[in-house]
C-alpha cells in the first residue's frame, strides 16, 4: 500500500475539523418611487425571494415600518427590511419606497371686492387667507397673499392668493380691489362779503363760491354749485337763503345753506 495514502487517510481519521456553511442571501427590490394619485397613497406591490444557499432557509420582515408588498404606501420614504435565515446564519436586504407627491392644490378666489377709502384717500389691505377656500389630495394647504395684509393701496389693486402643499405644490388665484371713495366734501361757511346797489336800489348777487372753504379726501378739483346763480337780482331788504352744493368725482356732495 502507497505510504503516502496511509499517511494522508491517517490524518483524515485522526483530525478534526469542521466545514462552515454559507449564509442565505436575498434576492431584493430596489429603491422605488412611486407617483401619487388623488388619494396621496400609492399601492405597491414586490417580490422578495432567496437567491442563494436556500435549503432549511425562511424569511421573514424585519423592519418596523408596518408596510408590507401589496400595501397603500404613504407620501415619503417608507424604508422596508428582510430577513433570510438558516437557524444558523443569516443575512438581510434592504430598500426604500418613495411615494412623491406632483399633484397641484386647488384654490378658489373671490370676486372683486370694494373697500372704502379714508380720509387720505388710501384703504388698508386686508387678511383675505382665511376666507378663499383651497383643497389639497394631501394635506391643507399653506396661504399667503400679495401684497401682505397691511400694504397701503389706492384706487386699484389686483390681490394674489398661493396655495402650497408641503411637497411644493402650488396654486394661484388673484381678484381686483377697488378702494371707494363714499366721503363727501367738507364745506365751511363763507367769510363776509359787502354787496353794492344799483342805482335802482337793486343789488346782483355775486359769484361767492370763491369764499367758501371745500376738500375732499380724494378730489381735488370739486365741482361747486350756486343757487341762485351769480347775477340774480334782489332787492334791498330780501334774505335769500343761499346753497352751496359741492360734489366729488365719485359722486359724493355736501349742501350748505346760508342766509345772505
Known amino acids: 500500500m502507497n ?3 496511509l499517511f494522508i487517510l491517517s490524518l483524515l481519521l485522526t483530525s478534526s475539523y469542521s466545514i462552515k456553511a ?3 442571501t436575498l434576492a431584493c427590490s430596489s429603491d422605488t418611487t412611486l407617483y401619487n394619485s388623488s388619494t396621496c397613497k400609492v399601492t405597491f406591490s414586490y ?5 442563494a444557499n436556500c435549503v432549511g432557509s425562511s424569511i421573514y420582515q424585519s423592519d418596523i415600518s408596518g408596510y408590507t408588498s401589496g400595501d397603500l404606501f404613504p407620501l415619503g ?4 427590511e428582510y430577513t433570510i435565515t438558516n437557524g444558523t446564519d443569516s443575512s438581510t436586504c434592504t430598500f426604500n419606497v418613495n411615494v412623491v407627491d406632483t399633484i397641484s392644490p ?4 373671490l370676486g372683486t371686492q370694494n373697500v372704502s377709502a379714508n380720509s387720505n384717500c388710501q384703504a388698508i389691505l386686508g387678511d383675505y387667507s382665511s376666507v378663499v377656500s ?3 389630495n394631501c394635506d ?3 396661504i399667503t397673499q400679495h401684497p401682505i395684509p397691511g400694504t397701503t393701496i389706492t384706487g386699484s389693486e389686483l390681490i394674489t392668493m398661493y396655495a402650497a402643499d408641503v411637497s411644493g405644490n402650488t396654486d394661484s388665484c388673484s381678484f381686483l380691489i377697488l378702494v371707494d371713495d363714499n366721503l363727501p366734501p367738507t364745506i365751511s361757511c363763507p367769510t363776509d362779503s359787502n354787496v353794492y346797489i344799483s342805482p335802482n336800489c337793486m343789488y346782483s348777487l355775486d359769484d361767492l363760491t370763491g369764499y367758501i372753504s371745500i376738500f375732499d379726501n ?3 378739483n370739486l365741482t361747486v354749485i350756486q343757487s341762485p346763480t351769480t347775477g340774480t337780482m334782489f332787492n334791498i331788504g330780501d334774505d335769500p337763503f343761499i346753497s352751496f352744493n359741492v360734489t366729488d368725482i365719485s359722486g359724493n356732495s355736501s349742501v350748505l345753506f346760508i342766509q345772505n
Open 140 to 142: 391643507i394647504p399653506s
Open 22 to 24: 454559507q449564509a442565505p
Open 106 to 109: 386647488n384654490i378658489n378666489c
Open 47 to 51: 417580490s422578495i425571494t432567496c437567491f
Open 77 to 80: 420614504t417608507t424604508f422596508q
Open 218 to 220: 380724494c378730489d381735488p
Open 134 to 136: 383651497s383643497t389639497d
Open 3 to 5: 505510504i503516502r495514502f
